[in-house]
């Protein structure tokens, strides 16, 4: 059982790039479980962490629905971004500049065989990270992702997420607003979740600008703690 994690920072990085690279390292993992299967070996499956800062683009999960959309092509490309198509679960979401979107492809077998209890820990993970900055957050029930004023009049969500998983191997994960330009999230019904709100962590401090690497550090620091993983930074 391999309880270390590679941790991988690409800086900022193409949506689509980004997702024929973890398409590779999940694939290498599948491959590596089924010849352990195939050929009675115990090979270890290795585990990554992706950080990432996407430009502009809008993702939409397999289980979404299109029409949460509110641009077409013409007025996306105006807005300066993309739009994809891709095979996590949810609806559709927003990435770029100011935000923190963390990939863990994992092998679960490694730490347990429960995808719920695999994204309760990545919420509680951001969950902590706030608590640190004196910002109460928590989930909203049957809504997956971390969100802050849950039960009052303003429920706004500041972390999307959104996983595939397969032979329990994960891909794709969350994306923390930390800087982000929340009018972007005005084209979209975002998580196709209508009459709630969306946040970021700079404006609930009400500061200009939250240090992205502290905010790095921190989740690492969390999820560590959570999974019982050792994280060791690599190129």
Same mark, same amino acid.
């Given at each position: ?22 398409e590779?390292?999940?694939?290498s ?9 195939r +050929? ?9 962490? =992706? ?5 502009? @683009?809008y993702?939409?999960?397999k289980?979404?629905? @299109? ?5 077409? &092509? ?11 198509k #891709?095979?996590?679960?949810?609806? #559709? ?35 902590? /990270? ?15 992702? !971390?969100?802050?004023? !849950? ?6 969500? =500041? ?5 595939? *998983? ?16 929340l009018?972007?999230?005005?084209? =979209?019904?975002?998580c196709? #979740? ?5 946040t ?6 009400? /500061?200009?600008?939250?240090?992205? &690497? ?13 999974? +019982?993983?050792?994280?060791? *930074?690599?190129?």
């Amino acid at each position: 059982m391999n309880k270390t994690v590679k941790l991988i920072d690409l800086g900022e990085k193409d949506y689509k790039d980004t997702w024929d690279y973890q398409e590779e390292i999940f694939q290498s993992i599948l491959a590596t479980k089924v010849k352990n299967r195939r +050929e009675e070996t115990t090979e270890p499956t290795e585990n990554y962490f =992706i950080f990432v800062e996407h430009p502009h @683009v809008y993702t939409l999960g397999k289980s979404g629905d @299109v029409h949460n959309m509110l641009l077409n &092509d013409e007025q996306l490309k105006a807005k300066g971004a993309t739009f994809y198509k #891709i095979n996590r679960g949810g609806d #559709i979401t927003y990435h770029g500049p100011g935000q923190i979107v963390g990939y863990p492809i994992l092998d679960l077998e490694n730490f347990f065989t429960d995808i719920h209890k695999y994204l309760r820990l990545l919420e509680e993970t951001i969950i902590l /990270v706030l608590k640190d900055y004196g910002i109460e957050a928590g989930r909203s029930e049957g809504e997956t992702g !971390v969100w802050l004023g !849950v039960g009052t009049p303003f429920p706004r969500k =500041i972390c999307a997420m959104g996983v595939r *998983a397969s032979r329990w191997v994960t891909m794709h994960g969350f994306a923390l607003n930390v800087n982000s330009d929340l009018g972007y999230f005005d084209n =979209i019904i975002p998580c196709g #979740i209508k009459g709630k709100g969306v946040t970021s962590l700079n404006v609930e401090l009400g /500061v200009d600008y939250v240090d992205e &690497d502290e905010i790095r550090n921190k989740i690492i620091k969390y999820f560590s703690e959570l999974f +019982e993983a050792t994280v060791v *930074a690599v190129e």
